[in-house]
C-alpha cells in the first residue's frame, strides 16, 4: 500500500459529526506528519489539519480550529479527522497527504483519493 487510503466519507446533517480515518503503510506514516485538505467544487484546494508525526503538534484552518480534531495512532498506522458541528460549507472532497507537515500541500507527498463529506442544510 503506496498511497494513504481514506475512509469512506457521507452526507450528514449540519451540526451533525462524522470522523474520517485515514490508513497507510507503516513506512509511509512512522516517519511522516499527515494533513487533511479538502477541496470545494470550483475552489482551490484548502488546508484543513495536520499533525506532526509524535502528534506533539496539531494545527487548524481557522475554519476547522474548534469543531475539527485531528489524531493519529501510529500503532494502527491510522490518522483520524473527528469533524463536529458540521456546516454546509464543509462540503468538499477531503483528502489525507503525508509529508512534511503543516499547510503547505507542496510539503505533502504521499496523497489519497479523497473521500466526498456532503453537510445538508
Known amino acids: 500500500q503506496v498511497q494513504p487510503v481514506e475512509s469512506v466519507g457521507g452526507l450528514v446533517q449540519a451540526g451533525g459529526s462524522l470522523r474520517l480515518s485515514c490508513a497507510a503503510s507503516e513506512n509511509i506514516f512512522s516517519h511522516l506528519a499527515v494533513g487533511w485538505f479538502r477541496q470545494a467544487p470550483g475552489k482551490e484546494r484548502e488546508f484543513v489539519a495536520a499533525?506532526?508525526?509524535?502528534?506533539?503538534?496539531?494545527y487548524y484552518s481557522d475554519s476547522a480550529k474548534g469543531r475539527f480534531t485531528i489524531s493519529r495512532d501510529n500503532a494502527k498506522n491510522t490518522v483520524y479527522l473527528q469533524m463536529n458541528s458540521l456546516k454546509p460549507e464543509d462540503t468538499a472532497v477531503y483528502y489525507c497527504?503525508?509529508?512534511?507537515?503543516?499547510?503547505?500541500?507542496?510539503?505533502?507527498?504521499?496523497w489519497g483519493q479523497g473521500t466526498q463529506v456532503t453537510v445538508s442544510s
Open positions: 499533525i506532526s508525526r509524535t502528534s506533539l503538534n496539531t
Open positions: 497527504a503525508a509529508g512534511l507537515g503543516y499547510s503547505d500541500p507542496r510539503r505533502y507527498d504521499h
